[in-house]
């Protein structure tokens, strides 16, 4: 024991800093390694909320695959505690070139391959051990910097590990993704991984190295640093490659507004293709079959103040503000850079006939939820013309309290109309987004437009599209007192593809195909629509 004790003062002396410094070093590496594992984390699940959608089940993979394999990490790690400075230097340096290259490998497996899932894995799996394997030989590194009872050792430890997984965990969100993006973010979060692990072994512990060990770390530092600046200076050129080939040829516009990435396809105003964070929004093919269905039969009745609830490529107010008699509409939207290119571009403002230069049309940047619970008065009409239900984040929008919120803003008499989904391809989202809407004490009236297999677009999601054109479209039309007739009014404008015999027929459609038992409602603590595969 008093050899090991004089073995231990003796290492401590070949250190190049006082105990107390080295100690502090070594947890600053903590607190950076910690934060830029964070970083990893949340990088992966939402490159994986765009790319493969559900978030909740992409977090649910990235956390659970990562979490099993930190432990994993941490047990493989006991062998590398004999040489711990080499081994945890050239773990970061492998966890720098992993970690900031994973956005990159995973956005080129979508666009080349069409498959992202096993990469995702693989990368979770391989980040997690990397990461649970720090631990261990940090903690052989402090305690051969100062000795300290374990137990004081441990909560230093953690401690820094969990205030650099907060700044890490803010900084992602409100830093990394606004400035750089995904991919920049990514390779920046690597190289600042590299230098961190590089300089405290390089440094504090270099004379615990061999020349042949130090020799190594160096050229491997290097070649992950040069590795990742390479990839800095090429992204620009890579995610145009990789937008070409996701998109085709035709891509215009490629903004990333701060709540999801807009890309515009298509060079005039008929060929217009709109997507939001990879999934098909608008196609200029088909978009009044969809427009027009969603939003006349709703307009059959007093229209003075209309509310529209999503709907930022200005197409459901086109068809609204055709009713001379509408005197106001506000448009609630939360994405604020759609907007602004519904404004602004020029075959997106022509297809949406300039609705936002009309004077009648208020547009409101906004969570639609928080915004409905405030006081707005009342409507005659409520168009809900948001993300589908069976994407995980939109699931409060098509929940039984948003749909309450909903029926107090309603005029006597007023109604509201709700894209459900695809009725036969997701019949128990349409239909729980119908039970839903009869939970808040709507009356409600389903029906199901039919779309056209000739109208599919180019892009990431030309399957989902031609599923979508062989299904239709499913609306449910709601009103507050009784349901609602599911008739156009005799002051409706021309329609280049609804009529009121297609109208009767797309509600015998919808009823012939209600289940015969109830269904439970969505709520905000018991989502549902993610059940459906």
Known sequence: MINQQVSLRGGAARLPVRPRTGRCLVLAAVFVCAACGLVYELELVALASYLIGDSVTQASVVL???VFAMGVGSLLAKRLRGRAAVGFGLIEAALALVGGSSAVVLYASFAWIGESQFALVGFSLTIGVLIGAEIPLLMTLIQRVDRQDAGGTVADLFAADYVGALVGGLAFPFLLLPVLGQLTGALFTGAVNAVAGGALVLWVFRRDLTPRSRWLLILVNVAVIAALATATALVDDFERAARRAVYGDGVRVAVQTGVQEVVLTGAGRSSLDLYLDGRLRVSARDEYRYHEALVH?????????????????GLAAREVLRYPDVRAVTLVELDSGLTRLARTDRALSALNAHAFRDPRLTAVD??????????????????SDLPDPGISDSTKLYSAEFYGLIAETLAPGGRLVVHGGPPVTRPRTYWTVE?????AGLH??????????????????????????????????????KSPALRLGPEVPKLRSLTQPSL???????????????LPPSTLVHPRYWEEG
């Not at 039970?435 to 939970?439: D, H, L």
């Not at 599919?456 to 009103?479: I, K, M, N, S, Y």
């Open 64 to 66: 659970s695959v990562m």
């Open 297 to 313: 039969p709703a307009m059959n009745g007093p229209r003075a103040r209309v509310l529209i609830l999503g709907g930022g490529d």
């Open 366 to 383: 906004a969570d639609a939820f928080n915004w409905l619970r405030g006081a707005h008065g009342r409507y005659d009409v409520v168009i």
């Open 435 to 439: 039970a839903s809407m009869r939970a």
């Open 444 to 481: 409600t009236r389903p029906y199901r437009i039919s779309g056209r297999l000739s109208d599919f677009a180019a892009g990431p999601d030309r399957a989902t599209h031609r599923a979508q054109a062989e299904d239709g479209w499913g609306f449910v039309l709601a009103g507050r007192g």
């Open 504 to 518: 009767v027929r797309a509600g015998r459609d919808a009823e012939s195909a209600r289940p015969r038992g109830p």
